[in-house]
Every structure is written in structure tokens, then in C-alpha cells.
């Protein structure tokens, strides 16, 4: 093979054009219509030939065209306007600009970022909340940094075999034709991040620079002549590889992160991260290396993991154990010890953090969840739902609690709709009045004043929407037919697929088997009857990407495409292949219902049927994630679940029938339900609701809002009373203090309750007085925290909804015994129980299990 050397010749504009340069740098362009028209109207035919991407559309013009532009006043007049307006969203007050007390920057790790389709780095729902987490910060002015790798394949692309198995190809990505700048030394040669790796080896890594509004996105790149082979491909695309692959992305991603984060502060003078977030697991190392950093500086190891803790959110996304990140132990101590061991991070420390010691555990393995969350102070699932799942999940971590006191908090995920909402829906609202400005803006869309937009208004949109994505459903099938060897003979039939009059349900998302892409084919006879039916049909458009190494995956999508290409449903569904931003964005609005039928409870949260919401769809789902929290009956339809029944084939079977029975009785009644002016009111009526209740509670906006409030501010308060005292003192007392009451809480426990009289029969209102007779060894009564835990006593003769309340410290005595006391009200009818506790207390802690520590009343 002959070696290509490729080198891509950047577009040089004319002065008066000049400004597109930033705005086709700028990923604002991705949501920020206008910006995008701008670019169409330069030319249009070189628009979609970009595949309205401004940057490669800029390397399309010719020098001519480009001087021609430029003696265009008014093309230079809306360049100059377009390039105002974007200085004045970067520069301007914002939502965050009117906050007090919150952090001067915040780093956001993630391995992926779904941030436009013109910079593949994703492969689903975490990238794409990772992406939309960065584009409402910008809109919100929350100052982030986002840190990621730079994958040279992205994830993948799929296409499908003539007999209907996954294909995938890795197109290379040409940096240099991406949005996106190398940090650069003063002196202009590229800045380099290293990490060390075993055998003496090092791993190094350019940084490329995205910016997404006003959040710089730092991603790391290990194709770069100073790394050996295999080192170049470290970073090559996106969980694909062997364990050992994905280690060392892992290492690169949190270590190399930081330092990159570091020489980013050097080069442009940003202030440096007061908290470190990590969107999932694969980033944990950073916590690491930040320990290496503070230990460098002097502290110990375990004084800087207190610095880190305090300065650090991790956010967990899965109940499915296999999306969680384990590695061996061995290979943990590989990379971290041995010859790639340093000072002060010590591999036994490492290994402590992830280790699975707790039941059910497996002693040779390293969890990078577990390590996420003792390195994090704060941590959350992400949907109410997931909250409790996440606590049950993670209860092992620390013992003699109840897992509802377990520490991990949820912020339920929400979508940035700027770019997910179809503008056409935007104009309708805006035409009523209810969008200001630009409506990016926090709270500019008012989505209650959708009350006011006339039924035939929604209606002529909906079907609108519903053409569109017809005739976008008709050219993918046609090229997918093509690929997949059929000649354009045999595909006549494709201009008439699908109706834009026919109510169209989708279903897109990745296809690992907790979705069950398959569950609508578990009576095909009666999937057929519904696309079918004479008068009130359905059609089906299927999208999804298998993992390349899930060959289950793979089998399930075959599945889908045998039914779907038999002569006589292939008109009324599909399997779209290449699931990626592109093809959502016009998916969404286009469907009149958007499907979800996961296995209860292993769906975090989800993101598509918020999606569908804000363009007007009605949700079907399973009441699993975001729907469980937020569906009310008025906004589409539960899918009833039978949970408990433990025969996974008999339960798809009974969700399955449920299903079909919903989408003939229930959806598919009301969509054809037309009254004299041929309008389905009752439908446009749980639209119009859903766009009112739904709009304002699916927002990125309130998700990144609710982070700043709930999490990073408090993480920012923590860490400046760990660290702005001189010295880290506060790290260092708080240290000192652990130890000593890890040390000596063998002695502490609780020697003796005694209760006041009640009356015979005790009512509501009536006073109980208790007092507790406590050892505390060489523990003052400061250090601890006495708590009367009180409830109902449930059948099992537990205790049930339990409340905590503080006893005070009343007497001490000999021999460090003490007595505390506490006076609580019965506010509750029935059996009533009680029961004391010791736990550990201190202003830095945040939750009462943080130590697992606990002595209760025998
Ligand atoms: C929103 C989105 C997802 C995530 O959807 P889920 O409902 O969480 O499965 C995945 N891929 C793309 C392209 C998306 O836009």
C-alpha cells in the first residue's frame, strides 16, 4: 500500500468575510438557526453538499465565489450582524451571571459528547446528555470546561447486509476539516500532555479545542508522531477494543485530562476547575490524579482524598451491571504500580478505592463506580427512579444503613432544545407570543402559552412535521436498499411508502437487550393487523445501533428488518440504519408517538421521548426512568409492566399484549377519533397539555441549573473550607479526624435506653422523652451525633418511614460514658417504634453513612 500524506488547505476568507471563520468555529451555529441560515444563503446547492456543516461548507466555495461575497454589501452586512450577535451571547450577562456563591469553573469529564453531527464522538443517550449538559451551561453562562478524548473513527458507521446484519465502518475523521483548534505553546508548536505507562513507555496526546457557545470542549488525541505505534492508537474510536484498550483511554481521559486542563489555565489564563464532575465512570482516574497533584504539594494521601472528595460530583448512569467499567486488579496494578508507580499514590490506596469488598463483591476485580463514588463526595443518579435503584445498587458500600440513606441524590436528565426541537414548533409558539428573543434563553419559551394556538394551527404542524419525515424515511430506505444490493429497478415501490396521513409511531435507541428492540415482534401476526388495519392503521419506523462486539444485538435488528422487509408491511415500517443526531433531529418531530419499552427498572432514565415531547409527540412507554416520574395520566400512555414475574419470556409476553392492545385501543382510537372538521381533538388536547406540563420540566436548562444548586455549589462551599484555609489545613484536620474516629469506633457504642412514661393508651400529641447511655471511648460528645430513629413498625416488625431526630448531649461521666436526651411528639397513628444510633459528626461530612460507620442500640 502506498503511503498517502494528507494535509488539508484551510479556507482563506476575505476581510469583509472574515467573522464566518469564528462562526463556523463556534458550534453555537448547531443550535442557533439564524446562524445556520446565514451559511444556506451563501449558497444553497454548496449548503447541502456540506451537508450543512459551515465549516466544510467554506472549504466548498471557490476564491472567486468567496470574492464575489465579499462585494456583496448586504451578504458583508449580515455577516457583520451574525458575528455581533454571537460576540454579545458570548460576552453578555446570564442566567449564572445573577447567581451568587457558585464555583468560577467547572470541569465536566466525559468519555463521549454528542455535540453536532459534524463531530461523531458519541455513540448514545450519555454523550448526547454530555453534549446537551455543555450547550444549556453556554446558554446559562454556567462557566464549564468539558473534557473529552478526540476519537479518529468516532464510534461507528452502520449499514445493513442484503440479508439484514449490522455492517460497520469506521470512516477516519480529518481533524483539520473538524470545528475544532490544536492548543497551542506560545511558540506555536502543539501543547502535549503525557502519561506514563508501564514498561517505561509514554502515552502522548494533542489537544484539540472545541468550542461549544461559550464552553471550550478540550479533547485528547494520541495519533501523533511522537507515540509509538501502539500508543497512536489509544485513542482510535470509542469503546471499541480489549479491556487493556480501554484502560489506558480511561487513564488518558481522567490523568491526560487534568493536565490538559492544567496546560488549557497555563495557555489561556482561565481559572483553574474549583469542581471536577465526572459524567460517568471512565473519567475516575482524574480523582487520581488530582490526589498525585496535592500529594506532590505536601499532603498525604489521605489528606489530599479528602481535597478531592470535597471538589468532586460523579454522576452514575446505569443499573445494568455490564455497562458498568471493571478491570482486573492485576491490571490495575500493571499500569499503577511497578514501574509506572509514583510517589505518593501508592497502588494499594488505588486498588482500596475500587475494590468490591462488600457482599456479593468479586475480590479480583476494580470498579470504577465503586472508586467514582469514594472519590466523590456528592453523586447522583440521574431520574427519581434511578435515584432508588442507584441506592439499592450501591447499599453494599455501606453497611448498617438503610439504602434509602444511602448518598447518592438524583437530577433527572433533560434535553437542550434548542437543538432538539423542531423550528417550525418554535415559530408556532413564537407566533402566539410565547418565545422571547431567540427563545434560548432560560425560561424565554413559555410553553403554558401554547393553550392559546388554535387545534387546526397544531394539527397543520403535526402533519407538516409528519411529511417531512415521510419523505426523509422514503430517501434513507432507498439508499439502504441500494447498499444492501438492490437494484433501482426493483425499488419502485419506495415512492409510495408510508403516509403522511397515517399515525406513525418511532422507536430509535441503542440496542443492548434491556431495550428490547424486539418486543413489538412478539405476535408478528398481530403487529401486522395493527399496520394494517383498514381504517385505523400504524406505521413503524425502527432505528438503532448495535454494539459492534454484540452479536445479540445484531440478531435482534436482523429480526426487525426480516419482518420489515416482507412485501406486505414494508410500506408501513422500517429499520433506518445509521442512528446518529442527523437522523434524530428529523425523526422526533416527525412522530406522532414515541415508543419505549425497556425491562423496568434498568432504563436510567432516557432521553428520546423527551425529545418527542417538546416537538408535540405523545409518549407510549414503559413507566420506567423520566416517564415513571413524570407521566400523569394526560400525556400519553403507561405501558403496564408486570413486574415480579420472574419468567423473562412470560413477562415480554404479557408487556408485549399490553402494548398491542394500548397502541389498537387506546392510541391508535384516538388519533383516527376526528370530529366534523376532521381535527382529533381529544389527541390535540394531550398535546397541547404535554408541550404545557412537559416543556419546562425537560429542559437541559433546569437539569444544569438544578447541577449548579443542588451539586456544584455546595461541592464548591466544601472544597474552599478544605483548602482556602493556609495549607490546606482543613484537608488535613479533617484527615487527622477521620482517622482518630475510625480508630477508636470499636469502643463507641450504645449502653442503655430508657423512656419516660406514656400514658396507657398514647395518643397523638402526646410527648415521649428518651434518654440514651452512650460510650464513646476516647470520642468526645462533639464527635459524634446521637439520633433517635423513629417509625412505624411494620408487618415484618421493622421499622418503616423512619425519621431521624438529634439527641442532646445532657451529662458526661466517668470513663467516657455520656448521656443524651431527645423529647419527640407521636404524630402518627398505629404502632409506633424506636431505636437509637451513633454516627460520626463533623461539618465537612454530607450524609450520615459518608464513613459507614454506625453504632446502633443492641
Ligand atoms: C437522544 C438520543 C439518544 C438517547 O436516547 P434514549 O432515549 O436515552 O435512548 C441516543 N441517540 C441519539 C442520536 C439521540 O439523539
Same mark, same amino acid.
Given at each position: 500500500?502506498?503511503?498517502?500524506?494528507?494535509?488539508?488547505?484551510?479556507?482563506?476568507?476575505?476581510?469583509?468575510?472574515?467573522?464566518?471563520?469564528?462562526?463556523?468555529?463556534?458550534?453555537?451555529?448547531?443550535?442557533?438557526?439564524?446562524?445556520?441560515?446565514?451559511?444556506?444563503?451563501? *449558497?444553497?446547492?454548496?449548503?447541502?453538499?456540506?451537508?450543512?456543516?459551515?465549516?466544510?461548507? &467554506?472549504?466548498?466555495?471557490?476564491?472567486?465565489?468567496?470574492?464575489?461575497?465579499?462585494?456583496?454589501?448586504?451578504?458583508?452586512?449580515?455577516?457583520?450582524?451574525? +458575528?455581533?450577535?454571537?460576540?454579545?451571547?458570548?460576552?453578555?450577562?446570564?442566567?449564572?451571571?445573577?447567581?451568587?456563591?457558585v464555583p468560577r469553573t467547572v470541569a465536566y469529564f466525559s468519555p463521549e459528547f454528542g455535540i453536532a453531527a459534524a463531530l461523531p464522538q458519541y455513540s448514545g443517550g450519555l454523550g448526547i446528555l454530555a453534549g446537551d449538559h455543555l450547550k444549556s451551561a453556554s446558554d446559562l453562562g454556567v462557566p464549564i470546561v468539558g473534557v473529552g478524548l478526540f476519537y479518529k473513527t468516532g464510534y461507528f458507521k452502520q449499514s445493513l447486509s442484503r440479508d439484514g446484519w449490522q455492517q460497520e465502518t469506521y470512516p477516519v475523521l480529518d481533524p483539520d476539516g473538524l470545528p475544532m483548534t490544536l492548543l497551542r505553546e506560545e511558540d506555536g508548536t502543539a501543547a502535549t500532555v503525557t502519561v506514563g505507562l508501564p514498561g517505561g513507555?509514554?502515552?502522548?496526546?494533542?489537544?484539540?479545542?472545541?468550542?461549544?457557545?461559550?464552553?471550550? &470542549?478540550?479533547?485528547?488525541?494520541?495519533?501523533?508522531?511522537?507515540?509509538?505505534?501502539?500508543?497512536?492508537?489509544?485513542?482510535?474510536? &470509542?469503546?471499541?477494543?480489549?479491556?487493556?484498550?480501554?484502560?489506558?483511554?480511561?487513564?488518558?481521559? #481522567?490523568?491526560?485530562?487534568?493536565?490538559?486542563?492544567?496546560?488549557?489555565?497555563?495557555?489561556?489564563?482561565?481559572?483553574?476547575?474549583?469542581?471536577?464532575?465526572?459524567?460517568?465512570?471512565?473519567?475516575?482516574?482524574?480523582?487520581?490524579?488530582?490526589?498525585?497533584?496535592?500529594?506532590?504539594?505536601?499532603?498525604?494521601?489521605?489528606?489530599?482524598?479528602?481535597?478531592?472528595?470535597?471538589?468532586?460530583?460523579?454522576?452514575?448512569?446505569?443499573?445494568?451491571?455490564?455497562?458498568?467499567?471493571?478491570?482486573?486488579?492485576?491490571?490495575?496494578?500493571?499500569?499503577?504500580? #511497578?514501574?509506572?508507580?509514583?510517589?505518593?499514590?501508592?497502588?494499594?490506596?488505588?486498588?482500596?478505592?475500587?475494590?468490591?469488598?462488600?457482599?456479593?463483591?468479586?475480590?479480583?476485580?476494580?470498579?470504577?463506580?465503586?472508586?467514582?463514588?469514594?472519590?466523590?463526595?456528592?453523586?447522583?443518579?440521574?431520574?427519581?427512579?434511578?435515584?432508588?435503584?442507584?441506592?439499592?445498587?450501591?447499599?453494599?458500600?455501606?453497611?448498617?444503613?438503610?439504602?434509602?440513606?444511602?448518598?447518592? +441524590? +438524583?437530577?433527572?436528565?433533560?434535553?437542550?432544545?434548542?437543538?432538539?426541537?423542531?423550528?417550525?414548533?418554535? *415559530?408556532?409558539?413564537?407566533?402566539?407570543? #410565547?418565545?422571547?428573543?431567540?427563545?434560548? *434563553?432560560?425560561?424565554?419559551?413559555?410553553?403554558?402559552?401554547?393553550?392559546?394556538?388554535p387545534d387546526e394551527e397544531i394539527w397543520a404542524l403535526r402533519r407538516t412535521l409528519r411529511e417531512q419525515l415521510v419523505v426523509e424515511a422514503r430517501r434513507r430506505v432507498r439508499r439502504s436498499w441500494l447498499t444492501r444490493g438492490a437494484s433501482p429497478a426493483e425499488l419502485g415501490w419506495i415512492e409510495d411508502a408510508f403516509d403522511p396521513d397515517v399515525l406513525t409511531i418511532g422507536f430509535a435507541r441503542r440496542v443492548p437487550t434491556y431495550k428490547r428492540l424486539t418486543l413489538m415482534l412478539r405476535d408478528p401476526e398481530r403487529l401486522r393487523s395493527l399496520l394494517l388495519h383498514p381504517t385505523r392503521p400504524v406505521q413503524l419506523i425502527v432505528a438503532g445501533k448495535s454494539h459492534p462486539a454484540d452479536e445479540q444485538g445484531k440478531r435482534l435488528i436482523q429480526q426487525v428488518i426480516r419482518f420489515a422487509d416482507a412485501h406486505d408491511v414494508r410500506h408501513r415500517i422500517a429499520f433506518l440504519p445509521n442512528y446518529d443526531i442527523a437522523m434524530a433531529q428529523s425523526l422526533y418531530p416527525g412522530c406522532d408517538v414515541w415508543l419505549n419499552n425497556p425491562l423496568r427498572p434498568l432504563e436510567a432514565c432516557g432521553t428520546s421521548g423527551m425529545k418527542s415531547a417538546l416537538n408535540g409527540g405523545l409518549n407510549l412507554s414503559i413507566l420506567d426512568g423520566w416517564w415513571d416520574e413524570w407521566y400523569d395520566g394526560e400525556n400519553g400512555w403507561a405501558i403496564p409492566t408486570a413486574d415480579g414475574v420472574d419468567d423473562p419470556d412470560h413477562r415480554d409476553d404479557l408487556e408485549a399484549a399490553a402494548l398491542y392492545d394500548l397502541i389498537e385501543n387506546s392510541v391508535a382510537a384516538r388519533f383516527y377519533d376526528r370530529d366534523a372538521q376532521g381535527l382529533p381533538r381529544r389527541w390535540l388536547q394531550m398535546v397541547r397539555h404535554t408541550l404545557a406540563t412537559l416543556g419546562p420540566k425537560v429542559l437541559a436548562d433546569r437539569m444544569v441549573a438544578d447541577y449548579v444548586g443542588e451539586l456544584y455549589a455546595p461541592s464548591a462551599r466544601g472544597s474552599h473550607a478544605l483548602e482556602a484555609a493556609p495549607d490546606h489545613s482543613g484537608a488535613k484536620e479533617l484527615a487527622a479526624w477521620k482517622k482518630t474516629v475510625v480508630q477508636h469506633w470499636h469502643s463507641v457504642r450504645v449502653d442503655h435506653v430508657e423512656s419516660g412514661d406514656l400514658a396507657d393508651s398514647p395518643q397523638v400529641g402526646d410527648q415521649l422523652r428518651v434518654d440514651a447511655y452512650v460510650s464513646l471511648g476516647d470520642l468526645g460528645p462533639q464527635d459524634v451525633s446521637v439520633q433517635l430513629v423513629h417509625g412505624r413498625v411494620n408487618e415484618a416488625d421493622a421499622l418503616a418511614d423512619t425519621v431521624s431526630a438529634p439527641l442532646e448531649h445532657a451529662e458526661s461521666y466517668e470513663g467516657g460514658r455520656h448521656k443524651f436526651t431527645a423529647t419527640v411528639g407521636l404524630r402518627r397513628t398505629g404502632a409506633f417504634g424506636y431505636t437509637v444510633r451513633v454516627l460520626p459528626a463533623h461539618p465537612a461530612l454530607t450524609s450520615p453513612a459518608e464513613m459507614g460507620l454506625v453504632a446502633n442500640a443492641g
Open positions: 500500500m502506498r503511503a498517502i500524506r494528507r494535509f488539508t488547505v484551510r479556507t482563506v476568507l476575505p476581510e469583509p468575510l472574515a467573522p464566518l471563520g469564528e462562526l463556523a468555529l463556534n458550534l453555537r451555529w448547531s443550535w442557533h438557526a439564524p446562524t445556520r441560515e446565514l451559511f444556506a444563503s451563501l *449558497d444553497a446547492r454548496k449548503w447541502v453538499e456540506a451537508r450543512e456543516e459551515p465549516a466544510r461548507m &467554506l472549504g466548498l466555495l471557490t476564491p472567486e465565489e468567496l470574492e464575489a461575497l465579499a462585494g456583496d454589501t448586504a451578504v458583508v452586512a449580515r455577516v457583520r450582524a451574525a +458575528s455581533q450577535e454571537l460576540d454579545e451571547y458570548l460576552t453578555s450577562d446570564r442566567w449564572y451571571q445573577h447567581q451568587s456563591d513507555r509514554e502515552l502522548h496526546a494533542h489537544v484539540w479545542r472545541a468550542q461549544v457557545g461559550r464552553v471550550p &470542549l478540550l479533547m485528547l488525541d494520541s495519533d501523533i508522531p511522537t507515540n509509538d505505534e501502539r500508543a497512536r492508537t489509544v485513542t482510535d474510536r &470509542l469503546y471499541g477494543g480489549s479491556k487493556e484498550h480501554r484502560l489506558q483511554q480511561e487513564m488518558l481521559l #481522567g490523568i491526560g485530562g487534568v493536565r490538559a486542563l492544567r496546560l488549557f489555565a497555563r495557555l489561556t489564563g482561565s481559572p483553574a476547575p474549583e469542581v471536577f464532575h465526572s459524567n460517568e465512570g471512565h473519567a475516575g482516574f482524574l480523582g487520581i490524579e488530582r490526589i498525585r497533584e496535592l500529594t506532590s504539594e505536601g499532603l498525604d494521601f489521605d489528606e489530599a482524598l479528602e481535597s478531592v472528595r470535597a471538589g468532586t460530583v460523579f454522576t452514575t448512569h446505569t443499573p445494568v451491571p455490564a455497562g458498568i467499567d471493571r478491570f482486573g486488579r492485576d491490571q490495575i496494578e500493571t499500569y499503577f504500580g #511497578g514501574d509506572n508507580g509514583v510517589d505518593g499514590v501508592p497502588v494499594e490506596k488505588i486498588l482500596a478505592l475500587g475494590a468490591e469488598d462488600f457482599a456479593g463483591g468479586d475480590p479480583s476485580v476494580f470498579n470504577m463506580a465503586v472508586m467514582g463514588l469514594r472519590l466523590a463526595q456528592r453523586a447522583n443518579g440521574v431520574s427519581r427512579l434511578h435515584g432508588v435503584v442507584s441506592r439499592d445498587m450501591f447499599e453494599g458500600l455501606f453497611t448498617g444503613f438503610d439504602p434509602t440513606e444511602t448518598p447518592i +441524590s +438524583s437530577i433527572t436528565n433533560g434535553v437542550h432544545h434548542p437543538t432538539w426541537v423542531d423550528t417550525r414548533v418554535v *415559530d408556532l409558539v413564537a407566533k402566539h407570543g #410565547g418565545v422571547q428573543g431567540d427563545g434560548s *434563553d432560560r425560561g424565554s419559551v413559555d410553553w403554558a402559552s401554547v393553550g392559546d394556538i
